[in-house]
């Protein structure tokens, strides 16, 4: 199979270009499978060039190996081929330790600099620990102010080429840029058929903030996830008619919103069927019937979720957005 030249995004003018179909680097638990880093750099062999990572998933070491292995032999002629996404976790997100959790994540990943650096929620728990669930006495409330002011330091700095933020309604978005000097470049959020996010997309597109999809298969297999995307018969119908399946239909979808997409298989047979949604598209019969899915919201985030928190309830998490 020749290596497929995945589709780019221009994000903020001083930003990088964004590969348009990205890697996910979670493996749940985290940090339980020993083969990441061979994964990592077969996906690098296959074409993949923008790759997801976090501090929370303990995937910015492997990551670093599959990289220098790369370079080392020549699937890529530099670090400025790769795009490099990792994300601040809910225990960094204190306005003093934003800065230094980059310099952590960068010296894990081998890296001056990323090319986009998110904040992985807008919530907040006592420093310390590295992991989802959080403790539910940990919670405490997210202050936007000095936690932006040190994510655009970041950028300042030259130690992100973009900031962005994920899992932000369009309140919290609001609330954001009415307070930032640098406005967030990408809002990374779960999108699929079963949760197609008409409202932030149309914000979002509104005030030049890029939507990365993460889950646009129901991520089966981990915490949250599920297999309604993956068992819905209107989907399995389009991808036989198609002579695709049904995942592609899914990716294929998701692109055609004109966001980004993560995906996650460290299966090769997968990770190259992943790639393969390019060279075709859907009807407007199909988008229709797409469009027409009930729509239910995989991961409510119900770990963040406490009677004497910040968030008392998901409505207030996702303000109604949900």
Request: net charge negative; charged share 25%; glycine share 6%.
């Given at each position: 199979?020749?290596?497929?030249?995945?589709?780019?995004?221009?994000?903020?003018?001083?930003?990088?270009?964004?590969?348009?179909?990205?890697?996910?680097?979670?493996?749940?638990?985290?940090?339980?499978?020993?083969?990441?880093?061979?994964?990592?750099?077969?996906?690098?062999?296959?074409?993949?060039?923008?790759?997801?990572?976090?501090?929370?998933?303990?995937?910015?070491?492997?990551?670093?190996?599959?990289?220098?292995?790369?370079?080392?032999?020549?699937?890529?002629?530099?670090?400025?081929?790769?795009?490099?996404?990792?994300?601040?976790?809910?225990?960094?997100?204190?306005?003093?330790?934003?800065?230094?959790?980059?310099?952590?994540?960068?010296?894990?990943?081998?890296?001056?600099?990323?090319?986009?650096?998110?904040?992985?929620?807008?919530?907040?728990?006592?420093?310390?620990?590295?992991?989802?669930?959080?403790?539910?006495?940990?919670?405490?409330?997210?202050?936007?102010?000095?936690?932006?002011?040190?994510?655009?330091?970041?950028?300042?700095?030259?130690?992100?080429?973009?900031?962005?933020?994920?899992?932000?309604?369009?309140?919290?978005?609001e609330k954001l840029l009415s307070i930032s000097e640098?406005?967030?470049?990408?809002?990374?959020?779960?999108?699929?058929?079963?949760?197609?996010?008409?409202?932030?997309?149309?914000?979002?597109?509104?005030?030049?903030?890029?939507?990365?999809?993460?889950?646009?298969?129901?991520?089966?297999?981990?915490?949250?996830g599920s297999d309604r995307v993956m068992k819905s018969?209107?989907?399995?119908?389009?991808?036989?008619?198609?002579?695709?399946?049904?995942?592609?239909?899914?990716?294929?979808?998701?692109?055609?919103?004109?966001?980004?997409?993560?995906?996650?298989?460290?299966?090769?047979?997968?990770?190259?069927?992943?790639?393969?949604?390019?060279?075709?598209?859907?009807?407007?019969?199909?988008?229709?019937?797409?469009?027409?899915?009930?729509?239910?919201?995989?991961?409510?985030?119900?770990?963040?979720?406490?009677?004497?928190?910040?968030?008392?309830?998901?409505?207030?998490?996702?303000?109604?957005?949900?």
């Amino acid at each position: 199979m020749a290596k497929i030249t995945v589709p780019e995004a221009q994000l903020n003018k001083n930003g990088k270009a964004v590969p348009l179909l990205g890697f996910g680097t979670a493996e749940y638990p985290f940090g339980s499978s020993d083969n990441v880093k061979e994964c990592l750099l077969n996906a690098i062999r296959l074409g993949y060039r923008h790759f997801d990572s976090a501090a929370l998933y303990l995937s910015e070491q492997p990551l670093r190996e599959a990289m220098a292995e790369a370079l080392e032999l020549g699937l890529v002629n530099s670090r400025e081929e790769l795009f490099i996404t990792t994300k601040l976790w809910c225990s960094d997100a204190h306005g003093d330790c934003v800065v230094a959790a980059l310099q952590t994540s960068l010296k894990n990943l081998g890296l001056e600099y990323v090319d986009l650096y998110l904040v992985h929620w807008p919530v907040c728990v006592k420093a310390g620990e590295y992991e989802l669930p959080v403790k539910k006495e940990d919670l405490l409330p997210f202050d936007y102010g000095s936690v932006w002011k040190a994510m655009e330091e970041c950028q300042k700095l030259g130690l992100a080429k973009s900031i962005g933020v994920s899992n932000f309604s369009c309140k919290k978005l609001e609330k954001l840029l009415s307070i930032s000097e640098i406005p967030p470049a990408v809002n990374q959020v779960e999108v699929n058929p079963l949760w197609q996010q008409q409202k932030l997309r149309e914000f979002c597109k509104e005030k030049g903030i890029h939507i990365t999809a993460y889950s646009p298969l129901g991520a089966k297999g981990t915490l949250w996830g599920s297999d309604r995307v993956m068992k819905s018969e209107v989907l399995q119908e389009i991808a036989e008619a198609k002579g695709k399946t049904l995942a592609q239909v899914c990716l294929r979808w998701v692109h055609e919103q004109g966001v980004s997409v993560l995906v996650k298989s460290f299966n090769t047979e997968r990770m190259k069927e992943n790639l393969d949604i390019f060279d075709w598209s859907l009807s407007p019969d199909e988008l229709n019937k797409i469009s027409q899915l009930p729509q239910k919201k995989g991961f409510p985030g119900l770990e963040f979720v406490c009677p004497y928190g910040p968030y008392k309830s998901t409505e207030e998490l996702w303000d109604g957005e949900i």
